[in-house]
Each structure stands twice: as structure tokens, then as C-alpha cells.
């Protein structure tokens, strides 16, 4: 089966450093809380609010091992009074769970984004 799973993080800052550890962080929370392998994911998907510049997310599961997995980048739209420094991910991955037992993952600030999900 094919399911997709959600995540996000609010990062320190609009800085290399900050991106790519928060994406790391996120990434990994997912991998773990949701008992995935890089072979279980089909694609990811990330996006950054318009405020985050200084690097693309999708560096940071590249070096957690990510080399065969399709990823791309895309900036989030720019809503009036949305949190800002947030990186967002969708995970579609094979697994043979039901929906309910896909873990979605929200981080840091980014937990006020899906309180009725976030885990």
C-alpha cells in the first residue's frame, strides 16, 4: 500500500546550519516514530516558508542516506500572519499499515500547525 506521511518543523534561523539540522531532526523523527527504512519511501516531498533561503531541506536526507529516493523542494505560500522559519515534509512510503497507524510528526513550533495530529 501506498500511504503518505506529514511533518513539520520550525526552525532557529534562516541559516545553512539551521535548515539542514531541523530538516535532519524532522526526517529522522519520521523514519523512527513511523518504523521506516529509506527502501519503504517512494518520495518526499519538502517545503520551506518564504523565509528560509540559505539551503534546500532535501540536503539533509540526502546525507542521512536518501541517494535513490526522489526529493524535491518547494516554497510554501506566502499567507499574512502564517508561523514563519517552518520546514514541511509528505513522505509517501509503501508500507502494509493501515492509515491509522501512520505516525505524522510535528516539531518544535510546528506542533501549533496540526495539534489535532501532532504526535
Do not use: W
Not at 526526517?27 to 517545503?47: A, G, Q, Y
Request: proline content about 5%; glycine content about 6%; hydrophobic content about 45%.
Amino acid at each position: 500500500m501506498v500511504r503518505a506521511v506529514r511533518g513539520a518543523i520550525q526552525v532557529d534561523g534562516n541559516d545553512r546550519e539551521s535548515i539542514i539540522s531541523g530538516a535532519t531532526e524532522l526526517v529522522t523523527e519520521v523514519m523512527e516514530r513511523n518504523r521506516l527504512t529509506t527502501d519503504d519511501v517512494i518520495s518526499v516531498i519538502f517545503t520551506a516558508t518564504p523565509d528560509l533561503t540559505a539551503e534546500f531541506p532535501a540536503l539533509a536526507a540526502r546525507k542521512l542516506g536518501f541517494h535513490d529516493v526522489p526529493l524535491i523542494c518547494a516554497t510554501e505560500i506566502d499567507v499574512p500572519g502564517a508561523l514563519p522559519r517552518v520546514v514541511r515534509l509528505m513522505a509517501h512510503i509503501s508500507v502494509d499499515r493501515p492509515r491509522q497507524e501512520i505516525h505524522h510528526v510535528y516539531l518544535r513550533g510546528a506542533i501549533a500547525l496540526r495539534v489535532d495530529i501532532a504526535q
